[in-house]
């Protein structure tokens, strides 16, 4: 089946410092990839649409200054966040679905837990 | 604006205990209702999706239907392995990109005691 990997699972940055976060589409293209935000003990919050070629699409509330997006080939994505601060703590998900296949779902990677010191 | 509401928020069971997962929707234009299984730490791990009314879908002890408001996940003979956070989603035909962008409910925590 469709695998996607995120890396790091992990990450723990000072404050003021950027991290950056990998999508990818292991076995299958995508050309939209999205990016979602996860507090403890709370659901998915789609934070923005990353588009292959394009400029990202972002969900209101959320700034495309802090949360860079690149989506540079049909299987990586990247979201960067810029000089982080202790708020932005969170568990990030990455998302993509084999747009070759009639009715594939999204598939998600496995997040990434980032601490902000 | 499409809503989802999962309902209970958490749920404890016996194992062998079954029970249902209560999944309430609005959409405008319903293309797809998915489950998914998310264990602590880790992604969500695709599981059914759901495309019309009185359709449903079924793997080892778990079954999922849906109505023209709301989805069960049913789970029979639950096993410890079992627990996790179930979440539903919904996707319209009017979502943007292409339609791939889904709505997720809170999610109900299971947990099945041995």
């Known amino acids: 089946g469709a695998v996607v990997s995120q890396h790091p699972s992990r990450v723990i940055c000072k404050s003021g410092t950027s991290v950056k976060i990998e999508c990818r589409s292991l076995d299958f293209q995508a050309t939209t990839m999205f990016w979602y935000r996860q507090f403890p003990k709370q659901s998915l919050m789609l934070m923005a649409t990353s588009n292959e070629g394009s400029k990202a699409t972002y969900e209101q509330g959320v700034e495309k200054d802090k949360f860079l997006i690149n989506h540079a080939s049909l299987t990586l994505s990247t979201l960067t966040v810029t000089s982080a601060h202790p708020e932005d703590s969170s568990f990030y998900i990455c998302?993509?679905?084999?747009?070759?296949?009639?009715?594939?779902?999204?598939?998600f990677g496995n997040g990434t837990r980032l601490t902000v010191t | 604006e499409d809503q989802v509401t999962q309902s209970p928020e958490a749920l404890r069971l016996q194992e062998g205990e079954s029970s249902s997962l209560n999944c309430s929707y609005t959409?405008?234009?319903?293309?797809?209702l998915f489950w998914y299984r998310q264990d602590p730490g880790k992604g969500p791990e695709f599981l059914f999706t759901l495309y019309s009314a009185g359709e449903e879908k079924e793997k080892e002890r778990l079954k999922a239907t849906l109505t023209k408001k709301e989805s069960f996940l049913h789970i029979t003979a639950p096993k410890p392995e079992d627990s996790a956070t179930y979440l539903c989603?919904?996707?319209?035909?009017?979502?943007?990109?292409?339609?791939?962008?889904?709505?997720f409910g809170g999610g109900t925590r299971l947990m099945v005691k041995p």
């Open positions: 959409v405008s234009g319903l293309r797809g």
């Open positions: 989603a919904v996707q319209s035909f009017e979502s943007n990109n292409a339609g791939n962008m889904l709505t």
């Open positions: 998302s993509a679905r084999d747009q070759y296949r009639t009715n594939s779902p999204l598939h």
